[in-house]
């Protein structure tokens, strides 16, 4: 029996996509992946005009799976496989006609920072957080990461990244990465109100609209997505790679270049 990482939901122009590994937090490994194209892909055949992107449990994301990492028998294959996979799902909700709604409760850390912001409207809750954790263990940014420089500006991306600073739902609302911020309790209503405004409206023109501007701002996003997967894949065999995914799964302070 196949486990569910993902659900899938279509109805009246709108997909409804949910992480929903909520007990764990949501994280990305090779089947939450693997489950998420498929949704993504039945999107696209059910013809759908909005895709909404959501989770179940306390957060959005924790991000990628380090144990699944460090129980890898070649890490180096495992992440670039996965990064891979993971790019494809980014690429295809940029690219899609659909208008993609993320709906951001708890954490988005790691690749489920730029999974959700791979959205083009993003709704977050009042408390929730977003955090580029790559570096704290030897590792590059991936998912889509290296975009965020198109809507935060490269010297909050490079905080993000090197410092460890966090977005709040108000910094992110403030730097034009979220599109509304409301109470826990209202953000699948606002949600739901957005999809169903938007799924009322002119298909055609928004997908126009979509592209145009996303065009602009990231012309090549699949040369900017190869190049996350050929840099986190040259870091996971690393010594600095391997410490630091190996001191996570301790839950210990990594030792980097020791």
């Known amino acids: 029996m196949t486990d569910t990482f993902v659900r899938y939901q279509y109805d009246a122009g709108i997909a409804r996509i949910t992480l929903a590994d909520g007990d764990r937090g949501n994280p990305v490994h090779p089947g939450s992946v693997a489950q998420l194209h498929d949704a993504v892909r039945a999107a696209h055949r059910d013809g759908a005009q909005v895709i909404v992107l959501a989770a179940e449990g306390r957060f959005f994301s924790v991000g990628g799976d380090l144990g699944a990492f460090s129980a890898a028998d070649d890490v180096t294959a495992f992440i670039d496989d996965l990064a891979d996979a993971l790019h494809r799902v980014v690429s295809e909700l940029v690219r899609s006609d659909a208008i993609v709604v993320s709906a951001v409760q708890g954490t988005a850390a790691g690749a489920g920072f730029p999974l959700a912001a791979a959205a083009d409207v993003v709704v977050a809750a009042e408390g929730a957080k977003f955090s580029l954790a790559y570096t704290k263990v030897g590792l ?54 957005l999809a169903a405004s938007l799924a009322a409206g002119s298909a055609s023109a928004q997908a126009a609209a979509k592209h145009l501007l996303r065009d602009v701002a990231a012309p090549a996003p699949e040369t900017a997505l190869r190049a996350e997967t050929l840099s986190i894949r040259s870091l996971a065999g690393t010594p600095d790679g391997q410490e630091g995914v190996t001191a996570f799964v301790e839950k210990r302070a990594p030792q980097f270049g020791a």
């Open 140 to 193: 590059s940014p991936d998912g889509g990461s290296s975009l965020l420089v198109h809507t935060l500006g490269l010297h909050r991306a490079l905080r993000l990244a090197l410092l460890g600073d966090l977005l709040t739902a108000q910094d992110a609302y403030d730097a034009g990465l979220v599109a509304r911020v409301v109470p826990a309790d209202e953000l699948a209503a606002t949600v739901d109100q």
